[in-house]
């Protein structure tokens, strides 16, 4: 029995930090793929929707700045079943000013509506650095908490640096 869960937790990659909540920052390890992916979750619209920002870097070190950062934009509702509606249906603002940085793309996931926003880290920088970020998603407004924007410069201002973790 415990064999049968160390493999499973093996399975899933090595994680340097604990998820205690869902609104956390996180570092996952493949060990199969040399790879690490950091991410930060944020809950917006009451708990309804959900964005993830992430990165992902090769090897256990992150060296340089990410050249890319993807927000996905998440709602576990019922699905919305044509890409350009769930596509059109996510937007972001930042500083009410609409963020249209990066290219977007609908997720085909069978059991969540999902946009991905892929951005540059100086997109990212710009966004995480507003005063205001607020949106629309799956027919839900949202706006960040100010705990929340604190958060995504936080990260923005980690990623800036090489990592020191080994």
Request: glycine fraction near 4%; proline fraction near 4%.
């Amino acid at each position: 029995m415990w064999f049968a869960i160390a493999i499973a937790l093996a399975a899933v990659g090595f994680t340097t930090a604990a998820q205690v909540d869902e609104e956390r920052y996180v570092r996952n390890y493949d060990a199969v793929v040399d790879a690490t992916t950091e991410s930060l979750t944020l809950r917006l619209a009451n708990g309804r929707v959900r964005m993830r920002v992430s990165t992902v870097h090769n090897g256990q070190r992150r060296t340089a700045i990410p050249k890319r950062i993807e927000l996905l934009i998440i709602e576990h509702g019922p699905l919305i079943n044509d890409a350009r509606a769930v596509e059109s249906s996510v937007a972001i603002r930042a500083d009410a000013r609409l963020f249209v940085r990066g290219t977007r793309n609908p997720r085909d996931v069978a059991f969540m509506n999902a946009v991905a926003v892929v951005c540059t880290y100086d997109d990212f920088k710009e966004l995480a650095n507003a005063q205001s970020i607020d949106g629309d998603a799956f027919g839900h407004s949202f706006v960040l908490a100010p705990e929340q924007l604190s958060e995504l410069r936080a990260l923005a201002d980690r990623w800036m640096l090489p990592d020191e973790t080994p």
